[in-house]
């Protein structure tokens, strides 16, 4: 693993570590914000937060899908 990846990995919660390890392994399906919280036993807000800051830590990034069809892959 790279030093960048390695600094941005510390800088995650249990939720955030288990989900990117979940999408490293060969995910099934879409990740949406809805699974996210299902899979992590966290309400839908925290959800969002959790992925808006692996958003803004470049670990995952929006498809091209949208609105309520959103969901996430691994940016790396």
């Known amino acids: 693993m790279?030093?960048?990846?390695?600094?941005?990995?510390r800088c995650i919660n249990e939720r955030q570590i288990r989900m990117v390890n979940m999408l490293w392994d060969g995910f099934d399906g879409k990740l949406t914000s809805s699974k996210w919280g299902k899979i992590t036993k966290c309400s839908p807000d925290t959800?969002?937060?959790?992925?808006q800051d692996l958003i803004n830590k470049g670990i995952l990034?929006?498809?091209e899908e949208g609105g309520r069809?959103?969901?996430y892959e691994l940016a790396l």
């Open 47 to 51: 959800a969002l937060r959790d992925i």
């Open 2 to 9: 790279n030093v960048l990846i390695d600094m941005k990995i």
């Open 69 to 71: 069809s959103t969901n």
């Open 61 to 63: 990034r929006k498809t």
